[in-house]
């Protein structure tokens, strides 16, 4: 992507900050991440990609028909279970603090809890894939040491339904319990994943929304009974038919249904709404669902940086029917479903996820699971060697730096250019400002009204795998220890912030 280089817009920072208005007060926990059922459990997932196609200069080669078992299998590797006790994804965890963990997807709903030992790694009728103690002591213990909350989604499977009929709760109740007594809460449960895709999502053969709605109420009757403290989640839908297409998903081509039909006759009242949030499909599906795929030439415009906005302020209408005053969950958010795009993992990628998090504020509270931690190929961290990658320090510094309080900063957008304003993370009198420049040609200036500390985010070329803080390499040290995040301070006056850069500016 060249860039000629163009100035065209100045932010002023006022003065007195005073005339902005505070919104509202976000969760502490707004980044959060999934860690997937198949990474503890190992199993199979989407298929990393070459430093060619990550770097742009090799194309994925196209696929025909997703029904197709091969060509399927072709997307998809096999990854062995992940290592939660290792020592440098432990401590990069909990640099970023507090945050819920999210352990679903697919997989998940057709998992056997084998705690007893008695399966001999062979999954039992009606499931896929086994669970075992000592792999879900590891995401306890993980739970615990980063200080997280706990999400789950439970198994929905042919297995869960042995005559055929409702959900029978003997696998809900071994995961419950086992970790209650082992001594880590879940904190909050999904039914199930992507519920409103049915079958697809691993539910039963012939599995309609009535009697997902039958089964949501079983389990969250007993869970309300059993373990009040437990937040109740839902609906967790990939897109909805009802409010028109939204960015995109594997929901976009095949047959699904609708937020109303999944609740509409549920008893057990939510906690909190959820929904999964992708901007669209990535190269490994874009053959097969062209419609629903942005090329990486599109990923720092306007149109597709709004795409988790535009979520949240619809789907923020059905969390007002069904559960009013409630949070809004993101419970699965990432650039593309299917893996990630081949840009995830580069700094590209960065100016999206800022833009979500500073927008999603705007809008309501609640908390955004990053898919995944270290997963594929839109984790936070590399999934084989936990390097940490763009994004994982891009949220790094909104965590340390930008506080609870937001504030309205619309005034401040315009074309190319995106304005946050939040209180100081740090409880010190004063705002911080995010701006994000993401055109590829224009500079901006931005006309600090007193001295301020500078965190400017950039990389040359904007598809690569390191991402410069003030013109300084981010990356781990030999031993393993986080690089510099101190920040540069600026004297009051005018600065420039080139191209496709991102800036926290902390007064």
Not at 497 to 502: D, G, R, V
């Amino acid at each position: 992507m060249e860039m000629k280089v163009n100035t065209k817009k100045n932010v002023v920072i006022p003065r007195n900050p005073q005339i902005l208005t505070p919104i509202r007060q976000m969760d502490e926990r707004l980044v959060s991440y999934n860690i997937e059922m198949t990474e503890v459990t190992g199993g199979t997932f989407w298929k990393a990609y070459t430093p060619e196609q990550i770097a742009g200069t090799k194309e994925f080669p196209p696929i025909r028909d997703l029904t197709d078992v091969t060509e399927m299998a072709s997307l998809m590797q096999y990854y062995s279970p992940i290592d939660l006790y290792n020592r440098k994804l432990r401590k990069l965890s909990k640099e970023l603090g507090p945050v819920w963990i999210r352990v679903s997807g697919s997989w998940a709903t057709k998992t056997y809890y084998d705690f007893e030992g008695t399966t001999g790694g062979i999954a039992p009728q009606g499931y896929q894939s086994v669970l075992t103690a000592k792999q879900w002591k590891g995401v306890l213990d993980f739970v615990k040491d980063v200080g997280g909350k706990l999400l789950v989604s439970v198994s929905n499977c042919e297995g869960d339904h042995p005559d055929g009929g409702s959900l029978d709760l003997s696998q809900a109740k071994k995961i419950f319990e086992f970790s209650n007594n082992y001594g880590v809460a879940i904190d909050a449960v999904e039914f199930m994943n992507e519920p409103n895709m049915l079958e697809i999502s691993g539910a039963p053969a012939g599995y309609t929304p009535a009697d997902y709605g039958r089964d949501q109420d079983i389990l969250y009757r007993w869970v309300r009974e059993n373990y009040p403290k437990c937040l109740l989640v839902g609906p967790c839908t990939t897109g909805d038919p009802s409010v028109g297409e939204m960015g995109a998903g594997i929901g976009s081509i095949v047959k699904s249904c609708t937020t109303k039909e999944l609740l509409e006759n549920t008893e057990i009242k939510l906690d909190v709404f959820s929904y999964h949030c992708y901007n669209g499909v990535s190269e490994r599906l874009a053959s097969v669902m062209p419609k629903a795929h942005w090329a990486s030439e599109l990923a720092h415009t306007d149109e597709y940086l709004a795409v988790a906005g535009d979520y949240a302020k619809k789907y923020a209408v059905l969390r007002d029917q069904y559960v009013r005053d409630g949070q809004m969950w993101v419970t699965e958010s990432g650039d593309a479903g299917g893996g990630g795009n081949t840009w995830a993992s580069t700094y590209l990628d960065v100016l999206r996820t800022l833009n979500e998090l500073g927008s999603f504020a705007q809008i309501t509270d609640g908390v955004i699971f990053h898919n995944t931690l270290a997963s594929s190929d839109y984790g936070f961290l590399h999934h084989a060697t936990f390097d940490p990658r763009p994004n994982y320090f891009a949220v790094l510094l909104w965590n340390r730096l930008m506080g609870s309080t937001v504030y309205d900063c619309r005034d401040y957008h315009e074309e190319g250019m995106h304005v946050y304003c939040h209180s100081r993370k740090d409880a010190v009198q004063g705002m911080v400002y995010l701006i994000i420049n993401n055109s590829l040609s224009d500079t901006l200036t931005v006309n600090l009204p007193k001295e301020a500390d500078s965190y400017v985010l950039c990389a040359n070329p904007v598809r690569s795998g390191v991402m410069l803080l003030n013109d300084k390499e981010l990356k781990l040290s030999e031993a393993g220890d986080l690089p510099d995040l101190s920040p540069v301070t600026k004297p009051a006056g005018l600065i420039t912030l080139n191209p496709a850069s991102c800036a926290f500016f902390v007064l």
